[in-house]
């Protein structure tokens, strides 16, 4: 074989491999990105979790929040403030992650009193009680329930409940979405599907504002 066909075969080789990357990889900057997104928009997902508002509500929260997290105690009652202020604008999803030592037991709880239908009043009750139960940010599972008494919990109910297959398996996709979402602290909000830039009760109030006058 002279060097001319040497060359012509060595370019063809070169054409061939640059082809063949091409329809392998040429849409990586679209396919990857599409597929991350639809990855992304699947985790945040919450047909699951506890929702207040009305689902064609302009702007959709979903927050996830550590029952121990003083700081998700904190902000709670101000996104409830701004929904009785707009209550037809605002719909809130709450997904549960167990950052604090021990506090698989009080998101167990919460899960469990979904079936009773006494979930909002669970939340809102151990998020204004944490000081009972949480000491020096490590849950003490023995006082998590006398906290709850106010609330009119079946108690036998509620712990039979807790440990049964759906509740363990809402707990696990949390925990899972909370993953692929690369929440990492409490409380992580999104809005309409827009994470915070940084943390701050201002920067929720402002991405909820750019959202409401879209």
């Keep these: 074989m002279n060097n001319d066909n040497i060359r012509t075969g060595l370019l063809a080789a070169a054409l061939g491999g640059l082809l063949l990357a091409t329809l392998l990889y040429g849409c990586g ?3 990857p990105s599409q597929a991350e997104d639809d990855v992304r928009q699947a985790a945040l997902a919450s047909e699951h979790s506890p929702t207040l508002g009305p689902p064609d509500a302009k702007v959709h929260i ?3 929040l550590d029952p ?3 700081t998700c105690a904190l902000f709670y009652p101000m996104v409830k403030g701004w929904m009785a202020d707009i209550p037809d604008e605002i719909r ?3 997904r549960h992650v167990a950052f604090h030592d021990g506090v698989d037991y009080a998101v167990r709880v919460l899960e469990a009193s979904r079936n009773q239908g006494k979930y909002w009043e669970t939340l809102e009750t151990l998020l204004a009680s944490q000081r009972q139960w949480v000491n020096n940010h490590i849950v003490q599972p023995d006082s998590v329930l006398p906290a709850l008494a106010g609330v009119g919990l079946d108690m036998d109910q509620l ?3 807790m440990s049964s297959a759906e509740v363990l398996e809402r707990i696990e996709k949390d925990m899972q979405d909370s993953k692929v979402l690369k929440v990492v602290a409490t409380p992580e909000y999104f ?3 827009r994470q915070l830039p940084s943390f701050g009760q ?3 109030a402002n991405l909820v504002r ?4 879209k």
């Design 29 to 31: 900057d679209s396919q």
């Design 62 to 64: 979903v927050e996830f």
């Design 68 to 70: 121990a997290c003083g």
């Design 92 to 94: 809130l999803s709450v």
């Design 159 to 161: 712990q039979a409940d």
């Design 191 to 193: 809005v309409n599907g």
């Design 202 to 204: 201002e920067q929720l």
């Design 210 to 213: 750019e959202e409401l006058q």
